[in-house]
């Protein structure tokens, strides 16, 4: 299954065995600005759609980050906490967030496509 994106300008991408790695998309990188600091959810950490999980720090605000579909946390991308400049310069890869297991796969066919999330972000 491809990448898909919800309203709060995050992505998750289906891996496998259910697993799924989630970050913010460019647009959301665009209106923050440079990102300094990662607040990420807890590894073992269970949450719902919709739940804050983490916070994003940049030069011009904070903002909390949601999560996209029920799962719980399975990893965080180390890197990106020493060098948070990677949400910046290579948002739909290197700067993911964390990885999740996710409860409902089914959540993820109601999220948007690329072509539904360009027409969305292109709006708000």
């Known amino acids: 299954m491809p990448m898909k994106f919800t309203s ?25 600005g440079d ?18 999980c983490g916070v994003v720090e940049s030069v011009k605000v904070a903002a909390d980050l ?9 990893e965080t991308n ?15 890869s290197a700067g993911w967030f964390f990885k999740i297991m996710v409860a409902d796969p089914a959540q993820l066919e109601a999220l948007m496509d690329a072509s539904q999330y360009g027409q969305f972000s292109a709006t708000s």
């Open 78 to 92: 180390e890197a990106l906490r020493d060098e948070p400049a990677l949400a910046n310069t290579d948002p739909l």
């Open 35 to 52: 990102v300094v600091f990662v607040e990420f959810p807890a590894v073992g950490s269970s949450h719902r759609k919709g739940d804050v």
């Open 8 to 32: 709060d300008h995050v992505w998750i991408e289906p891996l496998d065995a259910g697993h799924a790695k989630v970050g913010i998309t460019p647009h959301a990188q665009d209106a923050l």
């Open 66 to 74: 949601f999560m996209p579909v029920d799962g719980t946390v399975t």
